[in-house]
């Protein structure tokens, strides 16, 4: 546990994160970046109907499980295999009493396709529920290798647009030592929420922290280099990662 009390700016609504970083002495302001709801059922009661026409279902997120899992209340067929990329997506999965055929080695798309062509085959056919945000390059990089791949979406995610002010004030009052991003998504949103103030000048006094590749590149993307980014992507590393650096920012 850490001496002090620094506050930490948490864009991520749940997980536990919060609660974690209290236990280690550090103050918590959650501040969602991204709303999040399920479709209208109707949407993808096509793809439920026809769920034995699949041989695989991918998930790359939690979210993707959880609003999956609401719509389609049945077992799944037997000949189905799921597979999944993160630890928290694994987790889901399996509250929900279903086995992972493949996971890959590491949590990020491009080990995921270049390690999943050992077990799908071309011609195979795969539902991969995400959400309206999700990135397209794992799809596209499926069916080049000729799998039949179709995205549905089950979910969507949105920017809190009336919270602008409320953001500003927290980061040009110098209240927040840390921010926390756990997704490309809440960096974008961050950004679109700010664009017209000058939040780069606050973030001078602020660190970044952020869980997993996409969301690293993303922020140097937007020119935020973050400090504190753990080699496994769940948020207790993150809270170990941030507990190491400020223990070691105590002792100068």
């Not at 389609?72 to 009493?97: C, D, H, M, N, W």
Request: glycine share 6%; charged share 25%; aromatic share 10%.
């Amino acid at each position: 546990m850490i001496n002090h009390n620094p506050t930490v700016l948490v864009t991520r609504q749940g997980e536990g994160i919060a609660e974690k970083l209290k236990e280690e002495g550090f103050e918590t302001i959650l501040f969602p970046l991204i709303t999040i709801t399920p479709v209208p059922q109707k949407q993808i009661q096509k793809e439920i109907e026809r769920i034995e026409d699949y041989q695989w279902i991918f998930f790359t997120s939690k979210n993707a499980v959880k609003f999956f899992f609401s719509f389609f209340v049945e077992e799944l067929p037997t000949t189905i295999r799921i597979a999944a990329i993160g630890e928290r997506t694994k987790q889901a999965i399996e509250s929900f009493g279903y086995e992972i055929t493949f996971v890959p080695s590491a949590f990020d798309g491009d080990t995921f396709v270049k390690e999943v062509k050992e077990v799908v085959h071309p011609g195979e056919k795969i539902l991969f529920p995400k959400g309206n945000l999700a990135r397209k390059e794992i799809t596209a990089s499926l069916k080049k290798l000729g799998m039949i791949v179709h995205d549905v979406i089950v979910y969507e995610t949105r920017l809190p647009k009336d919270r602008k002010e409320e953001l500003a004030s927290l980061l040009g009052g110098r209240q927040v030592s840390y921010i926390v991003f756990a997704s490309p998504s809440a960096v974008d949103n961050f950004v679109d929420l700010l664009g017209d103030t000058n939040w780069r000048k606050w973030l001078q006094s602020v660190q970044i922290a952020c869980i997993g590749p996409v969301t690293h590149q993303k922020l140097i993307d937007y020119g935020m280099e973050p400090t504190i980014v753990p080699s496994t992507y769940t948020f207790s590393a993150l809270v170990d990662e941030l507990v190491r650096y400020e223990k070691v920012e105590e002792k100068k």
